[in-house]
T-cell receptor
């Protein structure tokens, strides 16, 4: 266990559904991240939050909506997804967002049908 | 576009041998470098980080950094079947952004 938890671990949703992914870190870190990992592709950074303020949005489609109510919690709200959005979604945290080592949660395996 | 390049493999080594994993990066101003191990179906786990030129050793793992050549490597001595995983190189560039390579799949053959 790295001190970063994610729920749910697996999610199957239809293209018209709305669902949310949750991440919580118990490391006292100030920065949190969402990544997408697809087969045979590098980790894709989606969003960065530092002290609960969004500092980066990597041209992510609006059907993904992040929320960071405090430095320990991060959500990813999903709506009207496409089958190509099926992937492993990873949350990570670090002390700050300036390039510190990151610690990953176990991920949510998302399948869009 | 800042790039981090890795050979996706698979790299096969016999048990007990030294596995050498390599990574090159494009941003000469990059400041810190990380190696993550990812088992199949699991999330990446940090195993090493290095900031200065030279070698950094931790148990069976040695990270090597050569900023002049823009090259970072990970050596695994006495490779074990449990080391079989994908190894991700990550680079913190001059804009304080971390970019991951595609990862090298390592197979240690008993």
């Amino acid at each position: 266990e790295t001190g970063v938890t994610q729920t749910p671990r697996h999610l199957v949703m239809g293209m018209t559904n709305k669902k949310s992914l949750k991440c919580e870190q118990h490391l006292g870190h100030n920065a949190m991240y969402w990544y997408k990992q697809s087969a045979k592709k590098p980790l894709e950074l989606m969003f960065v939050y530092n002290f609960k303020e969004q500092t980066e949005n990597n041209s992510v489609p609006s059907r993904f909506s992040p929320e960071c109510p405090n430095s320990s919690h991060l959500f990813l709200h999903l709506h009207t997804l496409q089958p190509e959005d099926s992937a492993l979604y990873l949350c990570a945290s670090s002390q700050d967002s300036g390039g510190d080592e990151q610690y990953f949660g176990p991920g949510t395996r998302l399948t869009v049908t | 576009q800042k790039e981090v390049e890795q050979n996706s493999g698979p790299l096969s080594v016999p048990e007990g041998a030294i596995a050498s994993l390599n990574c090159t990066y494009s941003d000469r101003g990059s400041q810190s470098f990380f190696w993550y191990r990812q088992y199949s179906g699991k999330s990446p786990e940090l195993i090493m980080f290095i900031y200065s030129n030279g070698d950094k050793e931790d148990g069976r793992f040695t990270a090597q950094l050569n900023k002049a050549s823009q090259y970072v490597s990970l050596l695994i001595r006495d490779s074990q079947p449990s080391d079989s995983a994908t190894y991700l190189c990550a680079v913190n560039d001059s804009y304080q952004k971390v970019t991951f390579g595609i990862g090298t799949k390592l197979q240690v053959i008993p």
